[in-house]
């Protein structure tokens, strides 16, 4: 099958399963708007970070890559009154939009974004209570660097979400992407053979192209 069948498939799902809302459609218009990359998560993968913060019932969620805040926008919703989402952006302009995005729907308040390279900000939230889910989904390079980071933020039984994991094949073939696949390749093996970590990844085409996600829980 072809890729704009998925991207249409997506489309449809979009708009028969998962409803985005306007202040979801607000958080892709205003990054399109200030000029930023259209990387944001597909609406469906939103919705299944939405699905796996409210089925876990967690209260602590850490996000690793802000942008307009979208797939924030997503987690947050399915945080209790008193939970909390830290999310880590390194551009100041990013930043700036995702936290109008999120004040303007309703949730500014549960969400605190840090701005700055995140090797930088994840030390200094070292002796917060743990995060209960990780979304990971910044610059490639550092994939094992975050997962190290999620197993000294969490805790036994906490969710992690890496996302670009399968990139069009890249892993299997680094050469393909020699700047982010290298990262990308070693986070999977990290995830396959460290007994700190009980992953899988799962494959997904749509309007993001062949990629997918790892998902896993730290043992
Ligand atoms: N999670 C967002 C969503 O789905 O709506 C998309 C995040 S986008 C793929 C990646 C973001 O990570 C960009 O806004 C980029 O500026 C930011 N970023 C890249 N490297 C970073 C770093 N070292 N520290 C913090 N943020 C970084």
Same mark, same amino acid.
């Given at each position: 099958r072809s890729q704009p069948g998925w991207a249409a498939m997506e489309d449809w799902i979009s708009s028969t399963?998962?409803? /985005?809302?306007p202040a979801l459609e607000q958080a892709i218009t205003t990054a399109k708007d200030a000029g930023?990359?259209?990387?944001?998560?597909a609406p469906n993968s939103g919705k299944l970070l939405q699905l796996l913060v409210g089925i876990g019932g967690a209260r602590r969620v850490l996000e690793i890559g802000?942008?307009?805040g979208f797939s924030a926008l997503w987690m947050a919703r399915a945080l209790p009154e008193d939970g909390r989402l830290v999310t880590i952006e390194y551009k100041a302009e990013h930043a700036a939009v995702a936290r109008k995005n999120l004040d303007d729907a309703g949730v500014g308040s549960r969400v605190d974004i840090r701005q700055g390279a995140a090797l930088d900000v994840? /030390?200094?939230?070292?002796?917060?209570e743990p995060f209960d889910l990780v979304f990971i989904d910044a610059d490639k390079q550092n994939n094992s660097n975050y997962l190290e980071w999620a197993v000294r933020l969490g805790r036994p039984g906490t969710v992690v979400v890496l996302d670009n994991t399968v990139w069009e094949g890249a892993p299997m073939n680094p050469e393909q992407d020699p700047v982010n696949a290298p990262g990308i390749r070693d986070s999977l093996e990290l995830l396959g053979a460290d007994p700190r970590f009980d992953a899988t990844v799962i494959q997904t085409v749509g309007s993001k192209g062949w990629d997918g996600f790892a998902l896993a829980v730290i043992r």
């Open positions: 399963v998962v409803h /985005p809302d930023m990359p259209p990387i944001e998560v802000t942008l307009a994840l /030390p200094t939230l070292e002796g917060e």
